[in-house]
């Protein structure tokens, strides 16, 4: 036990090292806690410090130049056009995804947030006194070491009154969906190759929390949208009804008029695989703010905009 931490111990040192190295160590002070708290329980080992490291994507960049981008004077969010048209939405003979048969869908142009909100543009809506607290269990969102970590603790209310107060909106299923997979039926944004650590932060990745918004630039969709499998779960405007695809409007779904449940897109770091792929759907209580909600939010392309 002795010799495992202290090879761990050594572990940490070449991070941290290297962190310096590439003159980032400053702004990634998340990432060498991260390492401090695993050493501290024992946990840390090459394999975490290798697939946490993966995540940085270094020396490479998003292989996706978008269409065109904006920047939000409200939050400083980069926003990325999705062009309008017809997209198959859903997945065929699929018995794991039961609730998601696939049709098609035409959407008009619209655009969707590059990442999701993070604890720097949430407390720009909390300083201006048009957003609501999180939930006591987020101790993380005010500490600028978190400062471009998803949001999380958040309810959908909290998260439509964000994307109001920022002149946009919560995504519909059906955009969210197509800023994610884009016309081919892929899997993942990326495409149809399994998830690695360099693409995703989902369970393989052995990270175990979220992780900054901007990270994993090889895994953006086919829009430039990043981290639209894993990380942390999305609120969505729609209502969830297991049954809706069977009977949506074929043009701008809004979802079903009431329900019970909001539905949620993207999984977090605790799914696998098979789960983070694009066509999972989740709900939950909008009233209800957990550890790995978040959000990103959209907003209707104009004429000559």
């Known amino acids: 036990m002795k010799r495992s931490r202290t090879k761990s111990f050594i572990y940490m040192v070449i991070l941290v090292c290297l962190l310096s190295a590439l003159g980032t160590i400053v702004w990634n002070l998340d990432v060498a806690l991260r390492f401090i708290h695993a050493y501290q329980n024992g946990t840390l080992t090459l394999e975490r410090v290798r697939f946490d490291i993966a995540s940085f994507n270094l020396g490479r960049k998003s292989p996706v130049t978008p269409i065109a981008e904006k920047i939000s004077a409200s939050d400083g969010m980069i926003q990325l056009f999705v062009s309008e048209g017809k997209f198959l939405m859903g997945v065929a003979h699929n018995h794991d995804f039961p609730d998601s048969p696939t049709h098609e869908v035409y959407l008009d142009a619209f655009w969707m947030d590059r990442v999701e909100v993070t604890n720097a543009m949430y407390l720009k809506c909390l300083k201006d006194n048009r957003c609501t607290t999180p939930v006591s269990n987020n101790t993380e969102f005010n500490n600028w070491i978190y400062r471009d970590h998803p ?64 990270r994993y630039p090889l895994g953006a969709s086919p829009y430039g ?46 799914e696998g695989e098979r789960e ?30």
């Open 151 to 214: 949001i999380v603790y958040i309810s959908w209310f909290q998260a439509q009154e964000y994307c109001q107060w920022a002149g946009r909106r919560l995504p519909t299923e059906a955009e969210w969906e197509k800023a994610a997979r884009g016309t081919d039926e892929r899997s993942y944004p990326w495409g149809n190759e399994l998830p690695t650590p360099r693409l995703a932060n989902y369970s393989g990745a052995l990270i175990g929390e979220a992780v900054s918004s901007y």
């Open 276 to 305: 983070i792929v694009l066509t999972s759907r989740l709900r939950h209580e909008p009233a209800s703010a957990g550890l790995s909600r978040g959000f990103r939010c959209a907003q209707t392309a104009i004429t000559g905009q």
């Open 225 to 270: 949208v990043l981290n639209m499998s894993g990380n942390v779960r999305e609120w969505i405007a729609d209502w969830y009804d297991p049954n809706y695809y069977s009977h949506s409007p074929r043009r701008n779904p809004m979802g079903p008029e009431t329900g019970v449940e909001r539905s949620l897109r993207s999984t977090s770091y605790n």
